[in-house]
């Protein structure tokens, strides 16, 4: 029987500092099941995030999407999850994912093999936050009988943000479930799967990490939603403008349009140029905009095609406005 998706929101990376806890509260508050914090260079960071907003609201779980693999040392970060899920019991999921490759490489992060580097920080991780006993000798993690002095009662989840084949069978052997950036589509769904499996089948095989259960599915789209489509489609388009560059060719593979969203990119002079000559349909496909009904509808296809949770990235510069509009489906 297919499950309804967990709805929840992205808390803006560049929200103004004052408004980060009115918008977390307002989003417990309106109903939603999760938040989803975001650490981009250079804003803000993920953990001081999370930690803010689940202290200042009682109910709503808070993902943290997502911390780069190569920038911490993996028992520190299990230190401060850890921390967290003591304090606050079930609400806490972590994202860990390669980092982007130019600000890795500005800040010094940057490793020879990105693919071992997220393997072995969320093996380690996900084994320390259970309570083991973990000893490692890696490429890049090498650890000597760690263990956390309290373990949190539930481990958090720790979750792939990544796109590649490659990475998502990285993601089905070593984590509890995987982050897909926008644009998420049915489509998209259905080939990150396929290779999410080959990982789990790999860790069943070899017994070394045991699967999840449940392989979670978390879903990022740019959203708008407006009794008037158009002004919906107005409001996402500019958060478009990136799609269909190199990073993003997984994503759109899949897709019918594929060949000719490639063609118009390259045709097009300019990022705005894009999006103004994409076809109303690509956008209805590409973010969750339209009425109420339409975007419920789109869930529910995200849902059956395996998305656990799907989290609606505002397009509307006013976040606290967008929360208002984006309740309406819920």
């Known amino acids: 029987m297919t499950r309804s998706p967990l709805v929840g929101v992205l808390l803006p990376r560049d929200i103004p500092i004052?408004?980060?806890?009115?918008?977390a509260q307002k989003a417990e508050a309106l109903g939603f099941d999760e938040l989803w914090v975001v650490?981009?260079?250079f804003f803000r960071g993920g953990i001081a995030q999370a930690a803010?907003?689940?202290?200042?609201?009682?109910?709503?779980?808070v993902g943290i999407g997502i911390l780069p693999a190569g920038a911490r040392n993996p028992v520190f970060t299990s230190l401060e999850v850890a921390t967290l899920a003591e304090l606050y019991p079930g609400r806490i999921v972590l994202g860990i994912g390669h980092g982007m490759p130019v600000w890795m490489k500005q800040v010094g992060a940057a490793v020879a093999s990105p693919l071992t580097v997220l393997a072995e920080q969320l093996a380690t991780i996900r084994a320390i936050l259970r309570g083991e006993n973990v000893s490692v000798d890696g490429r890049y993690v090498?650890?000597?009988?760690?263990e956390l002095e309290a373990a949190p009662r539930i481990a958090p989840p720790v979750l792939a943000g990544v796109r590649g084949p490659k990475s998502l069978a990285v993601s089905g052997e070593h984590a509890d479930g995987t982050i897909l950036a926008e644009p998420v589509t049915p489509?998209?769904?259905?080939?990150?799967?396929?290779?999410?499996?080959?990982?789990?089948e790999r860790a069943t095989a070899t017994q070394v990490h045991q699967p999840a259960p449940v392989h979670?599915?978390?879903?990022?789209?740019?959203?708008?939603?407006?009794?008037?489509?158009?002004?919906?489609?107005?409001?996402?388009?500019?958060?478009?403008?990136?799609?269909?560059?190199s990073?993003?060719?997984?994503?759109?593979?899949?897709?019918a349009f594929a060949a000719e969203l490639a063609a118009l990119r390259e045709r097009s002079a300019s990022r705005q140029d894009f999006v103004s000559a994409m076809p109303d349909e690509w956008v209805d496909q590409l973010a969750l905009v339209g009425t109420p009904d339409r975007v419920r509808a789109r869930i529910a296809e995200l849902g059956a095609a395996g998305a656990t949770s799907v989290v609606l990235t505002p397009a509307d510069p006013d976040p606290m406005a967008a929360l208002d509009s984006f309740a309406r489906i819920l």
Do not use: F, M
């Open 18 to 23: 004052h408004h980060l806890v009115p918008y």
């Open 39 to 41: 650490e981009d260079c």
């Open 52 to 61: 803010a907003v689940l202290a200042s609201t009682t109910r709503i779980v």
């Open 142 to 146: 090498k650890l000597d009988g760690v």
């Open 187 to 200: 489509e998209y769904i259905t080939a990150a799967l396929a290779h999410i499996s080959v990982g789990v």
């Open 216 to 245: 979670q599915v978390v879903a990022y789209n740019v959203a708008a939603i407006d009794d008037d489509p158009d002004v919906a489609r107005a409001l996402a388009r500019p958060a478009l403008e990136w799609i269909g560059e």
């Open 247 to 255: 990073d993003w060719t997984p994503h759109i593979a899949p897709l």
